[in-house]
């Protein structure tokens, strides 16, 4: 198995080894010796790390995390990340993202569409190390694509597709194979696995910039 | 201001451009903020500065956002009122066709709920599957009672509060924004909904109106005919402020049911002092 | 006659007997008819009469039964009327609502099933209810439709045939019932529904009307301006017998049709040598 | 097995047994030999013949039919009984029936409520022999009870309970045990048998009136 990033570990919860990294919990979650549980089940990013898919993160990185709903994931990447920035479209989950990213003074929320890389250019630095993207509306490879621009040459895109977003009456392996075919318009694929274990229908995806 | 970084000009022109601003391509920003912005030396400084700004700045968008949803709720509220009017409408008729075949035929969404369970004999399919349609309607008027229930608090938080969901709903409604609300004097909140009254007691359906919409609230409603007045002025006086406080802060404001509810007490003691002297 | 059994009297009596009579308790009827009835001397004869009584009796009760459809009609034709009425107007609330998340909303019916199969992103969930409500109410107005098609025929086989089961049963609608259109002249019928359209026309809705509800007629709308008055005259006369034929016979007349088919293309040929003159 | 009764026979139809009466085809079943198939699958009381349930018909009897419906049924009730009465609410079906009853001379329509036997005991004789009864109504023990008054002495009740005209919500079994708790105050069970080869969620019960 790849190895963690530095600032995720397996530690052990009430006798049961989980992920985890270390900062203020966020939404409930176990905490032990300011190490904090990372359930996999509510979180796509956390599901490629159980599944021991080879994300290429080593700790410290600048991310761009795209879809970033009420924080929960980002507050994870942001306790081991560097300068992570987090977007995110609708207000609500929004509010939350806020709570969290008040504690965190590495985690910068906006409130922009995924969808138009330029509301947020002026903003996000260029060469960003990784982008994670979990974002449930249609074209999620046009997504990646679009936001392309802010990815380091040789950093790393870590894509969730939830497969109910493109086409609800489409088979997810269709889908799948679909978005596949549109994302290598512009990355080169270097895993990809089914998160079924423990997210029904979604696809992860580790994949670098083409040059 | 395309092609700029967030960070060039004051602090309000950084939140002003982290909420508008835009650029086709991201740079090397903190780079070039430590290079170009005096009060940003080092990359420690940059994110802290970038934190503090995206925060804000997220802060009031979300707020903007949020506040742009009396359009929601408004267009929610019209949707209600329809969904209850059209599953009345065709409750009715739905009761006069069952009346051929049912001799209990009854009225209403209960009726029609009854008949889904318990078709009468010699009842024509498309009867049953009116009746259907008819609890449809019913059902979706509360879901969107329930969805008004919901965003109504946070939308406008303190007429919420004072006036209850719906009726704070149907004020915004009748202003057509929160904005408009909050820029209408207590007079015209008093009397917002009367003309619905008015032409309903034109086609005969009701008595002349003395009140606009604020009259579905206990606090007039409940109120003894000659304080009703008082009342509704002094609802409507709470309401534009209320109002007011949702549109410019958006902080909800325990203190203005407070003193609501202290100014009834007043008029119910004058309610209560009229009865003693008739006694 | 309650206790008398159903062979006492006439061979009309008989008839009126086997569907109106009644008796509390069943008794030898056979032996009782043949001590009693002239025309029934033994147990062979009376099952004769008794199979030709409840053949030619229940006949006519079928047929009673069947036209008092008429009613069921009426009340499917008002109530598809009212369907498609509320489904557009909750599908005019819809397109308002969704034009707020969706650039590209559009109206009617169709945009309502398409918002369902593709909700707009940030599209609160009782929008896409309401769309559901509006397409099942449509639908509504179909199976209603098919139904007015399928009991129409049965019900007024003539008059269904010249007008189509749609307007065969606004007419009955309009009339109020089956009985009621028979009795009604063929003046009468003509006008039928123009207070509905004289209504839409003070609204503001509609060109003031030249003609009742049967102005959907093709033969009346597809006739040139002039020959309308003719067409509708013509087409109305042949109604106002075919109502008469549905009410006191009940049996079809297919001559009906073809006699109308020849005034209509007398009238067409008029307007083709007006037509020959003017050119 | 018992009996069948005079006029109901197995009969080869193409090579397979089957249950026939003779008579005028009805319902576009296959003959032979003047002879016509009985299809136990549209029939509850063929079904009650086909599962050798005993019903104490021997033929000529004197019947009344209650929900006599297109005449399906009864139609081969007529081929083997004496008088028969039917009884049939709806005006749609019974146009079908009228035309059954044509080609029969012994077989009586009434287009009439079988919950209201008063509307017909002037016309159907007192002491019949058995009541069929298949009437798709709530409160069918009701219906027989209240038509007990035509049943002579030592006659039978042939009864097909649709539990689903009950009560849609309650499990068969417990309409079945209502239905015969009822029906027991004015009726003696002599046997009773779940339909289920031929009609989903049907009893076929065999009664004869209490002494």
């Known amino acids: 198995m790849p190895e963690l990033p530095a600032g995720v570990e397996r530690r052990s919860f009430d006798g049961v080894e989980r992920l985890a990294t270390r900062g203020e919990p966020v939404y409930g979650e176990p905490t032990a010796d300011g190490w904090r549980a990372w359930n996999p089940d509510r979180s796509k990013l956390g599901a490629m ?7 290429g993160l080593e700790g ?11 924080g929960t994931t980002v507050s994870h990447v942001a306790d081991f990340a560097g300068p992570t920035y987090a977007v995110e479209f609708s207000p609500r989950p929004t509010r939350d993202l806020l709570e969290v990213a008040e504690r965190r003074s590495r985690l910068f929320p906006l409130l922009k569409d995924a969808r138009k890389p330029e509301t947020y250019a002026h903003i996000v630095e260029e060469d960003v190390d990784v982008i994670v993207q979990d974002v449930a509306t249609r074209g999620q490879a046009d997504v990646a694509l679009r936001n392309r621009r802010f990815l380091a040459e040789d950093g790393r895109l870590l894509l969730a597709v939830k497969a109910r977003s493109e086409d609800v ?9 679909a978005v596949r075919e549109s994302l290598e318009s512009g990355y080169e694929i270097l895993e990809s696995r089914r998160l079924e274990a423990h997210h029904m229908d979604h696809l992860g995806i580790v994949a670098r910039p083409q040059k | 201001m395309s092609g700029d970084g967030w960070f060039v000009g004051t602090q309000n022109d950084r939140l002003e451009r982290i909420r508008y601003g835009s650029a086709a391509q991201p740079a090397d920003w903190p780079t070039l903020a430590i290079e170009s912005a005096t009060d940003i030396d080092d990359e420690t400084m940059y994110y802290d500065r970038l934190h503090e700004a995206t925060v ?18 408004i267009h929610a509220i019209r949707a209600l009122k329809d969904c209850r009017r059209t599953a009345n409408e065709l409750a009715e008729r739905l009761s006069e066709w069952a009346g051929t075949v049912d001799p209990e035929a009854g009225t209403g ?13 010699d009842c024509p399919e498309p009867m049953i599957s009116l009746a259907t349609r008819v609890v449809d309607l019913a059902q979706q008027a509360e879901d969107l009672e329930a969805y008004v229930e919901r965003q109504a608090p946070v939308v406008a938080p303190n007429l919420s509060a004072l006036a209850g969901p719906v009726l704070a709903a149907r004020l915004l409604s009748l202003a057509g924004s929160l904005d408009s609300l909050a820029k209408k004097p207590s007079g015209t909140v008093q009397v917002l909904g009367a003309e619905e009254a008015l032409f309903a007691h034109l086609r ?6 003395k009140h606009g919409v604020i009259f579905t609230h206990e606090a007039v409603r409940g109120t003894r005919l000659e304080d009703r007045g008082s009342a509704a002025r ?13 549109h410019y802060s958006g902080e909800y404001r325990p203190e203005l049911e407070a003193e609501f509810e202290e100014r009834m007490a007043t008029i119910r003691a004058r309610a209560d002092e009229g009865d003693d002297k008739t006694e």
């Not at chain 1, 790390?49 to 994300?55: I, P, R, S, V, Y």
């Open chain 1, 60 to 70: 410290g990185e600048t991310v761009l995390y795209l879809g970033a709903a009420n």
């Open chain 1, 49 to 55: 790390f159980e599944l021991g898919m080879d994300t």
């Open chain 1, 169 to 177: 009456t489409a088979s997810p392996d269709s889908v799948f194979s």
């Open chain 2, 56 to 73: 804000s700045a997220t802060r009031a968008a979300v707020q903007a956002r949020e506040r742009a949803d009396d359009n929601q709720l």
């Open chain 2, 234 to 246: 002094a609802l409507a006086g709470k309401l534009a402020i209320a109002a007011r406080v949702d």
């Open chain 2, 204 to 209: 005969g359906h009701a008595p002349s109106p």
């Open chain 2, 109 to 121: 969404i209960d009726y029609a709920e009854r008949l889904i369970e318990e078709p009468p004999a």
